[in-house]
């Protein structure tokens, strides 16, 4: 069975910084690509990191370019998020999701989430 | 990028009718890379339908997905009790951002 599993968020202050963890099992994580979204109930869900299976290719959008860095480390079948000078607006639970074979972007297994909050 | 325009914005139904939910983009999506999930309070979205049309592992075929080009459709032939929930269509495939239409929630009437 396909399990992520979300850590790292909480609470941090405007300007703060985070690192999201995600923890990949029942399947063979190197062969996937991977991705975070995040969602809030004003702006609904959001695509904001991909990263291929070999880290040779990544994509952020482009609210969180040079602020955050998706990355991955396969012998540990783990992701990671780095969310540098955080703002407000980046307030939304995150979502570590797998890649669909077929094409970047699309995910077919999410996991549960992990609620970042932005405030003072 | 790409703009998602999802309607109707709620619709109200009754279990073991038909819904039809609709998702227009502002250009050609990539080879029909277009993908619906659906979300329940609480939860993850779940992936129903890659592709317009592949309905993925383990989705009752009461789902279906269809159309191209800039017009997509997701049509749950017989709304089952466990069907009430949120339904996002999503483009995915070509250059980023990948973006997700607003939602159509399906409710109880």
């Known amino acids: 069975e396909v399990q992520l599993v979300e850590s790292g968020g909480t609470l941090v202050k405007p300007g703060g910084s985070l690192r999201l963890s995600c923890e990949a099992s029942g399947f063979t994580f190197n062969t996937y690509s991977m991705n975070w979204f995040r969602q809030t109930p004003g702006k609904g869900l959001e695509w904001v990191s991909y990263?291929?299976?070999?880290?040779?290719?990544?994509y952020h959008v482009d609210s969180v370019k040079g602020r955050f860095t998706i990355s991955r480390d396969n012998a540990k079948n783990s992701l990671y998020l780095q969310m540098n000078s955080l703002r407000a607006e980046d307030t939304a639970v995150y979502y570590c999701?797998?890649?669909?074979?077929?094409?970047?972007?699309?995910?077919?297994?999410w996991g549960r989430g992990t609620l970042v909050t932005v405030s003072s | 990028e790409i703009v998602l325009t999802q309607s109707p914005g709620t619709l109200s139904l009754s279990p073991g009718e038909r819904a039809t939910l609709s998702c227009r983009a502002s250009?050609?999506?990539?080879?029909?890379?277009l993908a619906w999930y659906q979300q329940k309070p609480g939860q993850a979205p779940r992936l129903l339908i890659s592709?317009?049309?592949s309905r993925a592992t383990g989705i009752p075929d009461r789902f279906s997905g269809s159309g191209s080009g800039t017009d997509f459709t997701l049509t749950i032939s017989r709304l089952e009790p466990e069907d009430f929930a949120v339904y996002f269509c999503?483009?995915?495939?070509?250059?980023?951002?990948?973006?997700f239409g607003q939602g159509t929630k399906v409710d109880i009437k």
């Open positions: 999503q483009q995915y495939g070509g250059s980023p951002p990948w973006t």
């Open positions: 999701a797998r890649n669909i074979e077929t094409a970047m972007g699309g995910a077919d297994y």
């Open positions: 592709g317009a049309s």
């Open positions: 250009q050609s999506v990539n080879f029909n890379y």
């Open positions: 990263i291929s299976r070999s880290s040779s290719v990544l």
